[in-house]
């Protein structure tokens, strides 16, 4: 049993040089809670708009899942957070996972009781499935502390790859992964040619750019304003 792995920060390049100028504009705390799925991406977004900066978007999913062969039985399963890779549905007989991902997932911390978004690889391992991470073109694997149990680990060449997968997981990573970019993932999901099963809710989530941007024209305003107050000094 293969089982593929996808989680949608492989398609969202951030900087990887902190002396890179935007570098400070990613310096994103990453915790799967409401708060950090939902409500502080207005902040981060106003960070780039206040800057007259366009937002960052995926790229590069457009026919990603040409690249695969699947099984007459696979299916898809999905959900926001990665832990859910080793949900029991999708566990089940796996003995290699191969991980799309930004991120190796194979343990950078002491585990917890349960699987979580950044070590659920490890518990694969305990029952023996060969590991293998393809990160993105833009990511800096270096940047990556050492997994915690064998992995091979490489950028993902391109091009189609070897052998049949039997089972699917794709996340969205809305800790890492910005409701702006939404559209682009649901566009992904729906693009899978195989049968897709939710093993949470994944929604839209509510962010009103137009209300974003009408707060920067009102901020530019009040900046000008304050500039002529200091030109009749």
């Not at 695969?68 to 080793?86: G, I, K, V």
């Not at 659920?120 to 800096?140: E, I, K, N, T």
Request: with cysteine.
């Amino acid at each position: 049993m293969r089982l593929l792995v996808v989680d949608f920060d492989f398609f969202f390049p951030v900087p990887q040089d902190p002396k890179d100028p935007m570098a400070p504009l990613y310096a994103w705390a990453h915790f799967e809670t409401p708060y950090y799925l939902g409500e502080v991406w207005e902040e981060r977004a106003l960070a780039f708009l206040l800057r007259g900066l366009p937002l960052p978007q995926a790229r590069g999913w457009e026919g990603f899942w040409e690249r695969f062969a699947f099984a007459p039985e696979a299916r898809l399963y999905y959900a926001d957070s990665n832990a859910l890779a080793f949900h029991p549905d999708v566990r089940q007989g796996v003995r290699e996972v191969m991980l799309f991902d930004a991120h190796h997932d194979a343990g950078y911390r002491p585990l917890g009781e349960e699987p979580a978004c950044d070590d659920w690889m490890v518990y694969y391992a305990r029952q023996g499935a060969r590991l293998r991470v393809f990160y993105p073109s833009w990511r800096d694997p270096s940047l990556e502390p050492e997994p915690v149990v064998p992995v091979e680990r490489v950028k993902d060449p391109g091009g189609p790859v070897e052998g049949i997968f039997q089972r699917v997981f794709l996340c969205r990573s809305g800790a890492w992964v910005p409701p702006w970019a939404d559209e682009a993932f649901f566009a992904l999901l729906e693009a899978a040619p195989l049968p897709k099963v939710a093993l949470e809710a994944v929604a839209r989530r509510p962010l009103d750019l137009e209300g974003l941007r009408r707060r920067v024209q009102e901020e530019a305003f009040g900046l000008a304003f304050l500039e002529r107050l200091r030109g009749l000094r």
